[in-house]
């Protein structure tokens, strides 16, 4: 199953970019006209997404699931709407609708009604050949566990690896609002979310059920959307974002990056940010490291430049903040962590950046961010210039949980703690979460080929790349975080499993040229 947020369907409003809670959208559904209008609107909006795209063509079968409330409503008008279109549609309803409007509408276009009381298993088998479901037996109001008719009908519901199979807002066996999941949860290719983007649908396990999401109209466009502070991550919401390069400018004109970072222990995780910054097109990346690490370095990015120091017994690096004064009087950004190392003399050059260079746009990665957890005294000095990016224990550690923060729950620390800090902060995981400015963006794009050693380097050196040619904090990060799971993405025609982490960090250019285009 193609897990991808794909982004938003052919629609200008802001409010397509945003995520909302259950909560949060009741309260968008009192603003409109009428409940009726709503449902008229997704159902139409369904139906003509399903149309426009080509998931069922006029002469094929389609089937409609239909629940007893209102994500069945929105399920019949599209049902009605399809077969106005041409197409057979059969919607199999989870119990009677008596007296049901919607009903009688569809019936008389021509939609074959049965009710799974009624009818039972026999006749499910010929839906196997339907080349298109149309889930919309529950909506946002639901939580797992499934009961009843609907855990049966699902569970004898025979789906082929030949159908679509889309749900409407939701996938039935969702929750909207944790993200928990039923062992039944309808397995959906495309989720059309009917306005927003539900948080639930983003967040595991229910992820794994959504496929592809999309958003659709359904005539909320015009409401003040400002008040809702969260909001995806895609493409069309970080094109816009890459800098402009003019055509007589030189290295100097795009930024200098310096990059602090490098042990005995992990030889490759500097010069795997090298390449990744190098690769968003900064102009200059300057190593400060271990004589050993540049040696590394020298033959994975030979672009860079070198400041190299002596290795200390322990292995790490041995300059002080004074070594590195005239490097920094030349950077217009920094990142300081990858590969690291703990030792007395790195942890010192943390605190001491933080005191002496408060102006300084930097990004704090791996052990830099250990030596910021065990000083926490020091988060009133790091500021909205600043960047953190951890991994979930880094967060636990930076946040003071005593277990290893998940769904929403991050969602909230990773707030929490860009709120404490005035930096922004970047989750790395799955989804991946931005918080700064007091908003938060989050990307639901789940890539197991990201889950090996030094992805965290890649991903640090293409927003500290960025960083470093005058994108804002808050812009490089969502922009960086976007083409490490693009680059990713690019590689994964190689194979599923196995990608060299490096040739995801030369992945980078591509990506970002893929996203321009």
Known sequence: ??????????????????????????????????????????????????????????????????????????????????????????????????????????????????????????????????????????????????????????????????????????????????????????????????????????????????GEIRAVPIGLEAIDYKSITTAIIDRATVRDLIPKRGLSGHKGSFGRLAIVGGSSQYLGAAALAAIAAIRTGVGLVTLASTEQAIATAATLAPGATFLPFKTTPTGHMSASIDDLEKLLDSSTALLIGPGLGRSPQTDLLVTELIERRPHLPIVFDADALNVLADNQDLYPRLGPQMILTPHPGELRRLSCETSIPEGRNRIRISENLSSTTNATVVAKGSPTIVAGNQFTWILARPNPILATGGSGDVLAGSIAGLLAQGVSPVAATRLGVWLHCEAASTTAGQSDRGIPIEHIAHAIGPALQKTRA
């Open 1 to 210: 199953m193609n897990l991808v947020l794909g982004g938003r369907a052919e629609a200008t409003s802001p409010i397509f970019d945003r995520i909302v809670d259950v909560a949060g959208m009741r309260s968008l559904e009192a603003l409109a006209p009428s409940e009726t209008s709503l449902m008229h609107n997704a159902g139409s909006a369904i139906s003509a997404y399903v149309l426009e795209n080509d998931y069922i063509r006029p002469g094929k079968l389609a089937i409609c699931l239909v629940g007893p409330g209102k994500n069945g409503g929105d399920a019949l008008i599209a049902a009605s709407q399809l077969a106005q279109a041409g197409i057979h549609v059969i919607a199999w309803a989870s119990r009677p609708r008596p007296n049901d409007p919607l009903v009688t509408a569809a019936t008389k276009n021509g939609v074959r009604w049965k009710v799974w009381q009624s009818d039972r298993t026999p006749r499910l088998a010929e839906l196997s050949q339907a080349p298109c479901v149309i889930d919309g037996l529950l909506g946002i109001g639901s939580s797992p566990p499934l009961r009843g008719e609907i855990k049966e009908l699902l569970q004898a519901l025979p789906l082929s690896t030949n159908q679509t199979r889309i749900a409407i807002d939701i996938p039935t066996g969702i929750d909207a609002e944790t993200g928990d999941a039923d062992t039944s949860t309808f397995p959906a290719d495309l989720t059309l979310a009917t306005g927003p983007i539900k948080i639930g649908s983003l967040l595991h396990p229910a992820v794994e059920f959504c």
